[in-house]
């Protein structure tokens, strides 16, 4: 047996921490099958609308909750796994088609999963989780795309949320000038020290603005979407990026060809869910490598698996800044 959070829709929604037999996990698909020990998961934006079954999310139930987890490798028939090996796992519709990591025991396609960065320990990926691997690609775009820290301000939208977050403090510490978006001014402080120079109210840029305004941003980092992100391109410098990962305030886009075809502004889509695994592999080097431990770790709220429910709500309700960490095994 093995204590897991599952999401049930037989009789109405129902989200539950119970016992679930060892048999009961999915079944091996060819060889490459990885039977995991998870000692943590954590709550990425997703996963608190799957729990709180406030969008469709889950598309098979029974369902395990969690599309992230980080642990040990139990028993492996994938070549590059071997029991003991300490692994993370980010996205690849586990929690919505394929049970996930809210528990202490999961099946896994080792394909799927990322040997864990010595620099970092199970809990520590999981305080990065989903949210700020995405952040690190949505670094990596703009550094591709051209943008250096000496271009100009780069604004981070959703800023004391999970993306965010991670966002300011690779952006900071590589020495970007960042402006934070946020609807909480009482967290200017955490904001700041997590590398923000300036922040912003996100009410200048949530209403809808003109196709076209002044001059601004050498890059954007947008986990919001729609007049947000509209606003942001509206406000992009010539030959600027934005990269855009989330829908958080929904996901129209009301914006007009202007920004493309008269600045030469560049949209790149950031995708965390399907990356292949090189991407991926190149995120978690440069995470390694960008982000320093001591700011992961004043962005963790940590709870329990009986906790996780409660939590999810409150990522919900907008009462959570930073990183949930979901801690596993006692």
Not at 19 to 47: I, M
Not at 141 to 147: I, K, R, S, T
Request: hydrophobic residues 45%.
């Amino acid at each position: 047996m093995f204590k897991a959070l599952v999401l049930e829709n037989t009789d109405g929604f129902k989200a539950s921490v119970t016992h679930l037999d060892e048999s009961r996990l999915p079944q091996s698909e060819g060889s490459g099958d990885v039977t995991v020990s998870v000692a943590y998961s954590t709550l990425n934006y997703k996963d608190g609308l799957a729990i709180t079954n406030k969008s469709p999310v889950v598309r098979t139930w029974p369902m395990v909750a969690g599309i992230d987890g980080a642990g040990t490798v139990i028993d492996s028939t994938h070549p590059d796994w071997l029991p003991g090996d300490v692994f993370v796992h980010n996205g690849w519709g586990v929690g919505e088609t394929r049970w996930g990591c809210l528990a202490e025991k999961a099946r896994l396609k080792g394909d799927w999963l990322v040997k864990l960065p010595t620099v970092f320990t199970p809990r520590q990926a999981m305080a990065i989780g989903t949210a700020g691997y995405t952040a690190m690609l949505c670094v990596l775009a703009l550094e591709d795309q051209g943008v250096k820290p000496g271009s100009g301000e780069v604004l981070v939208t959703g800023a004391t949320g999970g993306v965010g977050s991670v966002a300011i403090a690779l952006l900071g510490r590589l020495g970007y000038t960042v402006v934070a978006a946020t609807g909480k001014a009482s967290e200017e402080a955490y904001l700041k020290s997590l590398g923000a120079s300036s922040i912003m109210d996100r009410a200048l840029l949530s209403n809808p603005g003109k196709p076209f305004q002044k001059e601004r941003w050498a890059g954007v980092v947008d986990a919001v979407g729609s007049h947000t992100l509209a606003n942001a391109l509206a406000q992009t410098r010539y030959g600027g990026v934005v990269a855009a990962c989330g829908l958080a305030q929904g996901m129209d886009l009301p914006t007009t060809v202007m920004p493309f075809i008269l600045r030469g502004v560049t949209l790149v889509g950031v995708d965390s869910v399907m990356a292949p695994l090189a991407k991926r592999q190149r995120a978690w080097s440069r995470l390694a490598r960008d982000l320093d431990a001591n700011l992961l770790e004043s962005m963790v709220d940590e709870v329990p698996l009986e906790g996780a429910i409660a939590k999810a709500q409150a990522l919900m309700d907008g009462q959570v800044r930073g990183r949930v960490v979901v801690k596993i095994t006692a």
